[in-house]
């Protein structure tokens, strides 16, 4: 019995001492006060980004476009060179196949860094965008005393007050109610 209670006083002692220190040690660190960001909506929802989407978009359908008129135009070529494949000397014929092939290999080229100019527009855009957010982030932070701020894709479960979309959507808006969205040549 005496056991059982040297025990249960070492236990007790214990608790208090690992509760003593857990307070003396948390006394170094801030209250920790969290915001939740929903990143993707302020990426789609923004006055910024949907104007640059629509940009985007514009200056897509376009290259498409022009593509789709390269595309035939290479077709046509390529149609016309076995055409003449039957009248023209075999040497001549080498020639001109192999002007095609390089032609062709350009195009392609060309056809690709047209294709990745538009994945660059999205990126700078969206990198435009972050760069706007970030005082606005540390703005609000400071003025309610959030002290983490973590995007709602990685919180399982939280309180609606603790986020701050729609709010840093407002001063987003404000601060950045447009990109300028142009191809670089």
């Known amino acids: 019995m005496l056991n059982k209670i040297i025990n249960v006083k070492n236990i007790f002692t214990l ?15 801030p209250n920790t006060s969290i915001g939740v960001l929903d990143l993707n909506k ?4 923004s006055k910024a980004a949907k104007n640059a989407a629509e940009e ?3 200056i897509a359908k376009n290259i498409e476009n022009e593509l789709i008129n390269s595309d035939e135009n290479m077709i046509k070529e390529q149609n016309k060179l076995v055409e ?3 009248i023209m000397a075999p040497e001549a014929f080498e020639l001109k196949r192999k002007e095609y092939e390089e ?10 860094n047209k294709l990745i100019s ?15 957010l ?26 609606e007050t ?3 979309t729609d709010e840093v959507i407002k001063k987003l808006n404000k601060a950045l109610p447009k990109i300028d969205v142009s191809l670089e040549e």
Not at 15 to 29: E, G, M, W
């Open 15 to 29: 608790i208090a001492f690992l509760i003593s220190y857990t307070v003396s040690y948390a006394d170094n660190y």
């Open 42 to 45: 302020v990426l789609l929802e």
């Open 56 to 58: 985007i978009d514009e």
């Open 84 to 86: 003449a494949q039957s």
């Open 103 to 112: 032609k062709v290999q350009n195009y392609n080229i060309e056809r690709q």
């Open 118 to 132: 538009v994945d660059k527009l999205v990126e700078n855009s969206r990198n435009e965008i972050l760069t706007f």
């Open 134 to 159: 970030k005082p606005i982030l540390e703005e609000i932070s400071e003025t309610k005393g959030i002290t983490v701020i973590l995007e709602k894709g990685t919180v399982l479960l939280n309180a």
């Open 162 to 164: 603790m986020d701050i």
